[in-house]
């Protein structure tokens, strides 16, 4: 069983900087997939940015202002948010993905944190 926990959420004015944690616990955390992933009120859950072994994969809209990273002696990822925008403001979840796919939908995941609030204003 995994158990993943955020942090770091929080209110920051349009052009502000964040960076949320996710703690994990249980398991072998270098071997899972992580990945981050936002809802908006009144919407649905959307993948936001993604890293495995090598690589790190991120949503259109949020490319060249985010930066996911892990270290996983620490068990733990990590998503800098430069550049905010009100658009961004939602509940941003940690999750762990522990078996191979190629995709990174919410459906993908198999282990969630519980979430944390950036509200961004303008």
């Known amino acids: 069983q995994v158990q993943l926990a955020e942090s770091g959420g929080g209110s920051v004015q349009t052009g502000g900087s964040l960076r949320l944690s996710c703690a994990a616990s249980?398991?072998?955390?270098?071997?899972?997939?992580m990945g981050w992933f936002r809802q908006a009120p009144g919407k649905e859950r959307e993948f936001v940015a993604a890293?495995?072994?090598?690589?790190?994969y991120y949503a259109g809209s949020v490319k060249g202002r985010f930066t996911i990273s892990r270290d996983n002696a620490k068990n733990s990822l990590y998503l800098q948010m430069n550049s905010l925008k009100p658009e961004d403001t939602a509940v941003y979840y940690c999750?762990?993905?522990?078996?191979?796919?190629?995709?990174?939908?919410?459906?993908?995941?198999?282990?969630w944190g519980k979430g944390t609030l950036v509200t961004v204003s303008s």
């Open positions: 999750a762990a993905k522990t078996y191979y796919s190629a995709t990174w939908t919410t459906r993908d995941m198999n282990y």
């Open positions: 249980g398991g072998t955390f270098s071997n899972y997939g």
């Open positions: 890293i495995t072994y090598g690589s790190t």
